[in-house]
T-cell receptor
């Protein structure tokens, strides 16, 4: 069974530029999460989807971050414009039942 | 509110030593799940175990064992006869599936384990 796939693995952009991350969850998993992991810290939830509905986006900085999950499968997370403090690893995870989550390898974003 | 505390920031042991990683949690719910994940240098979070709040039986899987004690709100993880390949950051996490507004997995800050040869 294929795991959670994320792309790109690495991204370097200048501040004020836009950036997008893509996630393909495990087939059949209705729940999808986006987490941000700062260096030396644990992952922090940004948004959770149940199918195509965002059911918890309270931690998503909505002035610059947006996410979508069209057709309840793949998801994209966008930052526009990026700031230096956005440098982090962005992790996507999926779950079959909103309990145990399976993570992708993440996208390491560096904003310069 | 959920909270997960991993008081040990870094631990260093010599190969073949036993090591215990501590995890203390806070929750107001009676139904919850606890998790341990391993994050090797490659960056991917690897699932190790899930335990629900109604099952306090300790679990052993090879060199790994977990001690869940509701009385002290702890879910500690022990690696027996540690190996260099165990070197990673280990995260404890908590979720409350009965609360749709608080159903998300919340992670501790992690413990970096270094096993020296």
């Amino acid at each position: 069974e294929a795991g959670v796939v994320q792309s790109p693995r690495y991204k370097i952009i200048e501040k004020k530029q836009p950036v997008a991350f893509w996630c393909n969850p495990i087939s059949g998993h209705n729940t999808l999460y986006w987490y941000r992991q700062n260096l030396g810290q644990g992952p922090e939830l940004l948004i959770r989807y149940e199918n195509e509905e965002a059911v918890d986006d309270s931690q998503l900085p909505k002035d610059r971050f947006s996410a979508e999950r069209l057709k309840g499968v793949d998801s994209t997370l966008k930052i526009q414009p990026a700031e230096l403090g956005d440098s982090a690893v962005y992790l996507c995870a999926s779950s079959p039942d909103s309990t145990e989550a399976f993570f992708g390898q993440g996208t390491r974003l560096t904003v310069v | 509110a959920q909270k997960v505390t991993q008081a040990q920031t870094e631990i260093s042991v010599v190969e073949k030593e036993d090591v215990t990683l501590d995890c203390v949690y806070e929750t107001r719910d009676t139904t919850y799940y606890l998790f341990w994940y391993k994050q090797p240098p490659s960056g991917e979070l690897v699932f190790l175990i899930r335990r629900n709040s109604f099952d306090e039986q300790n679990e052993i899987s090879g060199r790994y064992s977990w001690n869940f004690q509701k009385s002290t709100s702890s879910f500690n993880f022990t690696i027996t006869a540690s190996q260099v390949v165990d070197s990673a950051v280990y995260f404890c996490a908590l979720s409350e599936p009965s609360d749709s507004n608080n159903n998300d997995m919340r992670f501790g800050a992690g413990t970096r384990l270094t096993v020296k040869p």
